[in-house]
């Protein structure tokens, strides 16, 4: 096959389809990364304290699977470790352009190809895969004052190395699951920190622990131990955990687990008062960390719920008063239903992705949009999860693309049919009637409408069923 593919991005989804097109022996690819390296959100997030909640052993391709964890749950730098390995060992880095960012993207229909346009210049190819990933660019909240502040201030992902915290006044703004892992590690060194909350999240206790030598060469001599243990945790996250999403069995156990856990680590009924979320667990991410609340019951740590009226040269100031810092960290998420912005994107007819999303991102199976032929994604619209790892929707992602390669080469340019997206928006709205993310809370699964953008509604089983190969009657093709 001679097709030419451009990647965008070089984390998780971007690597796994440059592997899988080595694989096939089509070498005429290239990544196209904005940033210095690969990695992704694991080469960009390193607050202190950063890693998964997925356990590691499922946090990895099922084709490459690594037996040098460490621990239960995998750290950042060891995630990108084993992707920078990936990387190394099927010699992906020789097509891999740093430092490039794709600017916009347009199909030329007399061509029918894409016009790749980068910070570099303009490039054509036959196919376009991106992969830039739900969490990629950093939120700065809307609250007035940002720049006025005198102090040092900097985003959660952007974590600024240089300044050391020790005895400081730090002010976190947030308490998702980024701040829940830097807050202790913070609060270890810092003076004074106060923990900006706007909405309370449940959380679960994290069974993280090292596995020991003993174990690690286990895994290492025996494949098929690994293999079994991933085999666990996956079948333990499909049957435990996504039925408490989808009202099943186990919404009440999870909860149930979930105060459990903040009775034990917060003694302080006040405290506990703040801290206990009033909307049903799951509809906002759950938070996976024991070390949180124990780090929010520590004296040079006060929860402030307040609401933050604006941001002053001093500090962080609330109905209340100004709460003075001399470091402030947005731990305030990411435009996580942006998608592929701010990338201009036009299809046939000059048709532009944004304005057609301007109510809601959405795509034939989160990965082919209507009028933008040979445009693949991974890690599109509706295919987050809140259950297990992601690693294995993009590994189906990447599949399904690879089937579709042959198609392109054999009969042109392909695109899905409108039919099937109207046929496929269908049965994504009736499947997530029944999941809990619309049940009145607000979330970064949704869009400013409050249309679940992000998260895909049914068991993983299902979507690696409905992706095994592409189904050309779905699809126009043109020559
Ligand atoms: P997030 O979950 O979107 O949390 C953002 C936080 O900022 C929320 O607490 C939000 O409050 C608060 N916030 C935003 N704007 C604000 C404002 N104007 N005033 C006050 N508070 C404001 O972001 P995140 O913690 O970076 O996590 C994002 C996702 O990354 C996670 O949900 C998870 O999927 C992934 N992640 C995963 C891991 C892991 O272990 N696998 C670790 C870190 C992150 P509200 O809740 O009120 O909106």
Redesign the pocket.
């Known amino acids: 096959m001679s097709l030419t593919v451009a990647i965008i991005g070089a984390g998780f989804g971007g690597l796994c389809m440059a592997i899988q097109l080595e694989k096939a022996g089509i070498r005429s690819y290239t990544i196209f990364e904005k940033r210095a390296d690969v990695g992704g ?1 694991w080469r960009d ?1 390193t607050y202190p304290g ?5 356990p590691s052993h499922l946090y990895s391709f099922s084709f490459e699977k690594y037996s040098s964890w460490t621990r239960r ?1 995998p750290g950042q730098p060891e995630i990108l470790d084993y992707l920078e390995t990936c990387a190394d060992k099927y010699g992906l880095r020789p097509r891999i352009r740093l430092n490039t960012e794709i600017t916009a993207a347009s199909f030329d229909e007399s061509l029918g190809r894409w016009r790749v346009r980068t910070t570099a210049g303009e490039e054509v190819f036959d196919v376009v895969v991106s992969a830039v990933g739900q ?1 990629s660019r950093p ?1 700065m ?3 007035a004052g940002t720049s006025d502040f005198e102090g040092v201030a900097f985003h ?2 952007r974590w600024d190395h240089s300044q050391d915290l020790t005895g400081r006044r730090v002010a976190v ?9 830097l807050i202790p590690r913070v609060a270890e060194v810092a003076g004074q920190v106060d923990v ?4 309370p ?1 449940w959380v679960i206790p994290k069974m993280d622990a090292t596995f020991g030598d003993t174990l690690t060469t286990a895994f290492r001599r025996m494949p098929l131990l690994q293999r079994g243990y991933r085999e666990w945790i996956y079948r333990y996250a499909e049957g435990a955990l996504y039925p408490a999403l989808a009202g099943g069995w186990s919404t009440e156990l999870l909860r149930k687990i979930a105060l459990d856990h903040l009775h034990e680590q917060v003694p302080d009924p006040e405290l506990r008062a703040k801290l206990t979320p009033g909307y049903p667990i799951g509809c ?2 759950v938070v ?1 960390d024991s070390a949180f609340y124990p780090a929010l019951t520590r004296p040079n740590v006060n929860v402030v719920t307040d609401r ?1 009226t604006r941001i002053a040269p001093g500090g962080v100031e609330t109905a209340t008063g100004l709460h003075e810092a001399d470091v402030i960290v ?5 435009h ?1 239903s942006d998608f592929l912005a701010p990338m201009e994107i036009t299809g046939r007819e000059g048709r532009r992705l944004d304005e057609e999303w301007k109510d809601g991102a959405e795509a034939y199976l989160g990965i082919a949009v209507p009028r933008f032929p040979n445009l693949f994604m991974v890690y599109g619209p509706n295919t ?1 999860l ?1 259950h297990t790892s992601i690693i294995f929707m993009i590994e189906c992602q990447v599949g399904y693309i690879m089937g579709c390669l042959p198609h392109i080469a054999g009969r042109g340019s392909m695109e899905v049919r409108p039919e099937a997206m109207d046929t496929w928006r269908r049965s994504l709205d009736r499947a997530m009637g029944k999941m809990i993310w619309q049940a009145g809370c ?3 699964y949704k869009n400013a409408a409050g249309r679940v953008t992000n998260n895909w509604p049914a068991a993983t089983t299902v979507y690696r069923r409905i992706t095994k190969e592409p189904r050309p009657g779905a699809f126009r093709f043109a020559r």
């Not at 703004?173 to 892992?181: E, L, R």
């Not at 900006?196 to 909405?199: A, E, L």
């Not at 947005?330 to 990411?334: D, L, P």
């Open positions: 959100t997030n950063a890693g998964c909640d997925v749950y969490l939120r909240p809307d609250i959660s992902a703004i947030g308490n998702g699951s980024s701040a829940a892992q900006f909350q706007r909405t999240n906002k991410r996976i933050i947005y731990a305030t998420g990411f996580a987050n809140g607000t979330s970064w």
